[in-house]
Structures are given as C-alpha cells and as structure tokens.
C-alpha cells in the first residue's frame, strides 16, 4: 500500500431517481477530487437510494416502489455510468458506489468498483439481504467476497450488517485487505452498532475503514407517503467516519447532514498494528481454526452436453 487521500461522501440521493442521483455522485467526485482525493466512497444503495419502503409500508403496499426501483436500478456496465466513469478518468480518482443493480429480473444490492482510468474494476453484491431487504434485493454468491486491486492498494467491501459474520470479513482481511469501505443506510437508531462495526473490523483486520452512511432527509419521508410505520423513521441517521487500523478516529463521526470527510492514509498505520497482531499471518492458527472460501460462481442451470 502506498500513502493516499480518501474522501468518504455522507450524502442523500435524489430520491428514486437514477439520471439525478448520479450527476449529484459526479459532481461529489469532482468536488472531492479538488480536495486531492484519489478514492471516493459513496453509501450504501445511493443509487438510486434506499428502499425505507420496504421496511416502513405494509407488504402488499410496496409493488409500486419495487417496480420504480426496477426501472431505476443500474445494469452493469450501462450508458447510465459512463458521466460517473468519464469523471473518475478525468480526475484520476478511484469510485466505490453504492447502487441497486439490475441484472435481468432480479434486483442486488452492490458495490460498483471504478478505477482512476474509468474502467469498471468490478462489482461485489451483498450475499445476505437482511430482513425486509429480502423483499427487494437477491443474494451474491462467493465471487463477493474479494479484494480490489486499486493503484494504491487492496480495498475491499462489505454492506450494513454483513459485518456482523466474523466469517465475510476475514476472507477479507486473509486476501490482504489494507482498505475496508463500509457502506450502510442513513438511519436513526443504529449509531451504535455502525461504531462497534467499523472500528472492529479496523482493529481486527488491521486495515483502514472509510466507513459510510447516507441521510434520511425529509425530502425521501415525504416521498414515502404517510402509510404504514414512516412516522417511526426519522430524519438523519448518518454516522460516516474514517478509521485507523488501531480503531482510532482519523475523520468524524460526523452525523448530521451532508459533508465529504477526507483523511490521508498511512500505511506505516498497517505495519505498526501488525506488527503486534496480524491476524491472517503470526496470529492465525491455520492447524486450529481454518476458512475456507468457495469462490465459485452460482447458476441455476448446468447443462451437460451428450460429448
């Protein structure tokens, strides 16, 4: 890993709007890369937003918002990224978004990877939709458990509470991983629990966190009508910071609002924590405890051909 400058964008979508929601992921990469950036991480399903309906109206009442989010997913690639990709390029700076994918009928929640060329790096999909998001979301398979190379070094990803299976994250952390991006909701309530995560994962990983939240703004509430239990759901809910290796703060947690958090990434930081603990290397006991990792792609059909 080599010394780099991250910016972590606590920012709210245009609610339900693709075209819109990522001109505003445009113009937060340029803006970040004005402040020396080279790697921008933006919210879980920032594109184009979160499904609160899923979780706040009455089953039977969601279709409508399931099918425009349909509408509104991303395919990867797709024309839909290539403003997003040119200004990655432009700017040399690296992306990770937060976005629903579509891939033929079936909706995931993914993590799109973009290089400082603006070649799509790759995609990760969150392997265990949780609760009501099962409604909405499909489920990855073991090809999302791994690590990006990017020109400053390993970064890997995982979605809101696949941080709560040891397992995810240590295939991680056990293929290197020297960068995490964490990607949650703006949601009230879970504060704590986004705290415990990040800074555990630093700690045990030995790895750099940019840990980011979106916002639930009034202007998403009032979207979702005055059905079901919105009136529970309450404005806010960010928590976006980034961590040292050791669990420290280097940036945040800021909370309220729309902000982009930056910190300069040191990777003496690694050496130093490792040093005392490295969990995939003198402190693992592979004759103990072992993961193992399938990483095979799933499909429903094989076919077997007669030669």
């Known amino acids: 890993m080599k010394r780099v400058r991250v910016a972590a964008a606590q920012v709210a979508p245009v609610f339900m709007d693709r075209a819109a929601t990522l001109a505003k992921a445009v113009d937060t990469v340029q803006e970040a890369a004005r402040n020396g950036a080279e790697l921008v991480a933006f919210p879980e399903a920032f594109v184009p937003g979160y499904p609160f309906w899923a979780m706040a109206l009455d089953p039977m009442s969601i279709n409508p918002f399931l099918q425009r989010l349909y509408a509104e997913a991303v395919e990867i690639p797709s024309p839909a990224l290539e403003p997003l990709r040119a200004a990655a390029r432009e700017a040399s700076v690296s992306v990770c978004l937060g976005l629903s994918e579509r891939a033929g009928g079936t909706l995931y929640n993914s993590q799109l990877f973009i290089g400082p060329d603006g070649d799509i790096v790759g995609r990760r999909r969150k392997l265990v939709p949780t609760s009501h998001e099962r409604m909405v979301w499909g489920r990855g398979d073991g090809t999302d458990l791994r690590v990006f190379e990017l020109p400053f070094g390993r970064t890997g990803a995982l979605i809101c509470y696949e941080h709560a299976n040891a397992l995810f994250r240590y295939a991680l952390s056990a293929q290197g991983e020297e ?52 009136t529970k759901l309450q404005p806010g809910g960010g928590y976006t910071a980034i961590v040292a290796p050791r669990g420290d703060f280097l940036a945040g947690p800021v909370r309220d609002g729309e902000a982009i958090l930056y910190a300069d990434l040191d990777p003496a930081l690694i050496d130093k924590a490792k040093s005392i603990v490295d969990t995939a290397g003198h402190y693992a006991r592979p004759d103990v405890v072992t993961l193992h990792l399938n990483t095979a792609a799933q499909t429903p059909l094989v076919i077997h051909r007669g030669d």
Do not use: K, Y
Not at 184 to 206: K, M, T, Y
């Open 179 to 230: 960068i995490h991006i964490a990607m949650w909701p703006g949601l009230a309530g879970i504060s704590s629990i986004v705290d415990a995560a990040c800074r555990n994962h630093a700690f045990e990983a030995q790895a750099f966190v940019m840990n980011v939240t979106s916002v639930l703004t009034s202007e998403i509430l009032a979207a979702l009508g005055s059905g079901g239990s919105v």
